[in-house]
Every structure is written in C-alpha cells, then in structure tokens.
C-alpha cells in the first residue's frame, strides 16, 4: 500500500505543466501529440453522424471569425477548421488539432461578428488552456485515488467499503470535479477575452451575449453544474473588462 501512494504522489509531482496566458499549474498526464490525435478521432467521427447545415451566410461568417481568432491563437500545429452543424442544440466546441463545430441553434442568438467572436474565442481557449486533457487526467487521478483508498477500507473496515465507495464518487464530484470544471469555463472566458481583443473584436459584446444566453436560463445556482451560474460568469467577465480601463 505504501509504494502504491508512493507511486501516486510520483505521478502527480512529475505530470505537471502550466496554461498558456494565465500560467496556471495544471496536472497533465496526456501530451499534446496524444491529445490532438484523441480530437482528430473526435472530430471524425462527429462529421459521419452529423448533418452540415447549408447555411452559405452563417457558414462564411464562421469561417471568416474563426480564422482571425485562431490567426492568433499561436497554435502553428493545428489544422484550422470551422463547421456548422444542423442542431437545435445552443452549443459549440473545439476540439485539440483545431476542428471547431458550431451548432445552427446557437448562431439563432449571434447578432453580429462581435458575439460570434465571443463563442469562438471562449471555445478555442478551452483547447489552447488544454482543459480536455486536464479533466481527463483528473479523472484518472480521481480513479487511481479512490481505488488506492478503497482497498485501504477494504483491509481495515471491510463493512464499509461499499459504502465509502458511494460516498468517494459523490463527494469527489461535488467537491472537486465540479468546481474544477466551473473554474475552467471562467478561465477560458478570460482568455478568450484575451484572444477576441487580439483579433480586433469589441470585447464587450460578452457581456451583452452572455445576458442573452442568461434569459431564460435555469442555471441560476452553479452547485451541482459543470458551468458557472449566469450571475457569476457575467460579474466575472465585468470585473475582467474592469481591469483593462
């Protein structure tokens, strides 16, 4: 049992890496060339089960937005590429090696180039942040933790294994993956801040999009979500844009 929480802590003390931009300590257990051939598989399988939409005018305008975002993503070893797809879903995502899908029902609520520019960016920075991998590899961290606790339980109380197990799973989601993956969305909407202003786009739009995206909303407490609540995302994107005046 010693050598393997010897083994645990080796790994997380030799896997560690830092974000661009806010160079944040982050645990990373994939590389790059891994998690760009993970996207490329991704992103293949996506375009054989999706529909493309036929859209000529939201197509363009997401090409024409992406590249000058990605122009300055500082990612020479991607292979830019923008798609729409036909969805009702308010969603779009980037995927490592730089495939970037857009869904038809989110681009419903894009008025201009400005509030498209804050989609893209935010979803280009989760992949240059490398957000994908580090949740990935928390996960695994998660696994090999409670699986090393477990068998101590196992050894000493073997009557509450089953029970610790459920309580292992449910208080490491609430209390760690959850806040891990909030803290994520609030930074890939401070960097592409960063990057929408780099590509000459009015950053302020991302308050007016994000009030948008908040109407209608249910996401007003953030507890038990993967994403901020609207309030909060909003504050933070106030307080960001407060700083650079």
Known sequence: MRYLMILLISLCFYSCASTDY??????????????????????????????????????????????????????????????????????????????????????DMVANDDELAVILSHEIAHTILRHGAERMSMQNLQQIGGSILGLVVQSQIPEY??????????????????????????EADEVGIALMQKAGYDAQAAIAFWQKMAQGSKNSSDFFSTHPSDTKRIKAIQEILQKQN
Request: neutral net charge; aromatic residues 8%.
């Open 22 to 107: 806010t160079n944040r300590s982050q645990l990373m257990l994939l590389n790059s060339k891994e998690e760009v051939a993970l996207g490329e598989q991704s992103a293949k399988e996506i375009l054989r089960n999706a529909e493309i939409s036929n859209n000529a005018t939201q197509t363009k305008m997401i090409e024409r937005v992406g590249t000058k975002i990605a122009n300055v993503a500082n990612r020479p070893d991607f292979q830019w590429e923008f798609y729409l797809l036909q969805s009702e879903q308010i969603n779009a995502f980037c995927l490592p090696g730089g495939k970037v899908f857009v869904y038809t029902g989110i681009m």
């Open 161 to 186: 294994a089953s029970l610790f197990n459920q309580a292992y799973n449910v208080g490491s989601n609430v209390g760690v993956m959850l806040p891990f993956s909030r803290s994520h969305e609030l």
